[in-house]
């Protein structure tokens, strides 16, 4: 009988190579890297992610400015998809004058996000009613 083949051994007489640790600490990153990738995918799925936009207009600020007064806003996306080229529009109505509108398009507005922008006037806004609101978004 051939002494190399021995009780557990291999055939070839050679040790068998174990994995060594930094690999198995590799592959457990990439493992929970690519389940936290679907978790992701997954939330945004049942989570509104593709919900259309839903677009809200808030007054931060009224300052005089040079010629007029500038009104700064916040547009706020609480949907999951985003927009692009929102339209906001701003009146600014006192009594026995006609209404006097300022309008801005805000390039795009993430979903579940808010962007910043002004309107100006040459009334002061504080002096009558100062509505804003959007009108008009596109697909990106």
Known sequence: MNREHKQGGNETGKVAAQVPWL???????????????????????????????VITVEVENVAPVEGGHRVLFRARNRAGEAAARVEIEG??????????????V????????????GLFFSRDPRSGALSLRPTGFADP
């Open 106 to 117: 805000l390039d795009y507005v993430p979903g579940h996000s808010e962007q910043q922008g």
């Open 23 to 53: 690999e198995w600490v590799a592959s457990c990153i990439g493992l929970l890297l690519v389940l936290g990738v679907f978790g992701v995918i997954g939330w945004q799925l049942f989570n509104g992610a593709t919900v259309p936009p």
């Open 91 to 104: 009146t600014v109505s006192t009594a026995g004058a006609d209404p006097e509108t300022s309008r801005v």
